[in-house]
T-cell receptor
Framework: AQSVTQPDIHITVSEGASLELRCNYSYGATPYLFWYVQSPGQGLQLLLK??????LVQGIKGFEAEFKRSQSSFNLRKPSVHWSDAAEYFCAVGTGGATNKLIFGTGTLLAVQP | DAGVIQSPRHEVTEMGQEVTLRCKPI?????LFWYRQTMMRGLELLIY????????DSGMPEDRFSAKMPNASFSTLKIQPSEPRDSAVYFC?????????FGEGSRLTVL
């Protein structure tokens, strides 16, 4: 069965520090991978997506993610975190007959210290 | 573009009452999804539609839940009768293909 694992439930980083959020997936075929961000009381906003091609993808707000097939991973990175990045981050894999059907991880809550 | 519009944003009701959540997808998007978010279970896909036709409702928890999409611009998720364990945030999302665009959610509290 398809699944997504985000091993870190909660992460705290200092403003200006680098960030890496981990995501591992389980899927038999080539996955379609996504990172979404959710601010409190809001819906989910797409940060970036990977369908094929270059394994390093750039997203909005200075985020990037790298697809590593050998490790079944799609980790999210940002070189310098801003206080406004504090939010919950969800990794998702597209599965099923339509790539639109997404299975989400449990999320990682990011706190940013001044 | 107005985005995905959900109503109501907040709903407080008593156990046993009927609850109807509404969603207007982005115009031109062929797919519509209903998700439920709770602390315990995270984001769960309840049902999704393609061109107004339900494709997969395997995530609908019980017969108390039903969803309809009478036309391309409107969908409802109904819970009848509601129970306290239905308390959650319900998200609607629409998609042309490849990525989902989410509404801001409907927070349901069943007392």
């Amino acid at each position: 069965a398809q699944s997504v694992t985000q091993p870190d439930i909660h992460i705290t980083v200092s403003e200006g520090a680098s960030l890496e959020l981990r995501c591992n997936y389980s899927y038999g075929a080539t996955p379609y991978l996504f990172w979404y961000v959710q601010s409190p009381g809001q819906g989910l906003q797409l940060l970036l997506k990977y369908f094929s091609g270059d394994t390093l993808v750039q997203g909005i707000k200075g985020f990037e993610a790298e697809f590593k097939r050998s490790q079944s991973s799609f980790n999210l990175r940002k070189p310098s975190v801003h206080w406004s990045d504090a939010a919950e981050y969800f990794c998702a894999v597209g599965t099923g007959g339509a790539t639109n059907k997404l299975i989400f991880g449990t999320g990682t809550l990011l706190a940013v210290q001044p | 573009d107005a985005g995905v519009i959900q109503s109501p944003r907040h709903e407080v009701t008593e156990m046993g009452q009927e609850v109807t959540l509404r969603c207007k997808p982005i115009s031109g998007h062929d797919y519509l999804f209903w998700y439920r978010q709770t602390m315990m279970r995270g984001l769960e896909l309840l049902i999704y539609f393609n061109n107004n036709v339900p494709i997969d409702d395997s995530g609908m928890p019980e017969d108390r839940f039903s969803a309809k999409m009478p036309n391309a611009s409107f969908s409802t998720l109904k819970i009848q009768p509601s129970e306290p364990r239905d308390s959650a945030v319900y998200f609607c999302a629409s998609s042309p293909t490849g990525e989902l665009f989410f509404g801001e959610g409907s927070r349901l509290t069943v007392l």
